[in-house]
């Protein structure tokens, strides 16, 4: 038996690195998510820098290092806001954007859907990234090789 309804046809969606954004007290990577024929557009992706330029302070806790994941899903989209805290865990932060703006979706279950298997592809290089940073003098410098080191893009 499957959880898979026999009506939903996979798609590919393109990921892609864009331009991080650094906010007091962290620095977040950049990632846009989309189906190649819903692309995400410029007014989408500044109104949801603006949200975490508002927002940030509000996000508790928050490491200083993280990445973001702007996903568009159908008409609406996900700001999936992850940091990294307390050394090696990964937390998350969810804003859903509809024709009303972006709002931020509280986790009040005790089981929640997490990441999507599209999300998973910057998840999966961003655990990577991490564990690298980790081993490393965790200084500056590595901080900066962990903002460079992004996922190459494409579709997943």
């Known amino acids: 038996m499957t959880s898979v309804s026999p009506d939903y046809t996979h798609r590919r ?6 331009e991080g954004i650094e906010l007091p007290g962290v620095r977040l990577k950049w990632y846009d998510l989309h189906r190649e024929d819903h692309e995400i557009g410029d007014d989408v992706r500044k109104e949801a820098r603006e949200i975490l330029r508002a927002e940030i302070g509000g996000i508790t806790p928050t490491g200083d290092l993280g990445f973001v994941i702007l996903h568009r899903v159908g008409d609406a989209y996900l700001l999936v806001v992850c940091t990294w805290l307390n050394d090696n865990e990964l937390w998350e932060t969810v804003y859903l954007k509809d024709a009303a703006g972006f709002e ?4 009040g279950e005790t089981a929640k859907g997490t990441y999507c298997v599209w999300e998973m592809g910057a998840i999966l290089h961003e655990q990577q990234a991490w564990i690298r940073y980790l081993f490393s003098p ?6 900066r090789a962990y903002l460079a080191d992004r996922h190459p ?4």
Do not use: N, V
């Not at 931020?104 to 986790?107: K, Q, R």
């Open 13 to 18: 969606k393109r990921l892609s690195a864009g």
């Open 104 to 107: 931020l979706i509280p986790f």
């Open 138 to 143: 965790r200084d500056a410098e590595a901080g």
């Open 153 to 156: 893009g494409g579709l997943i």
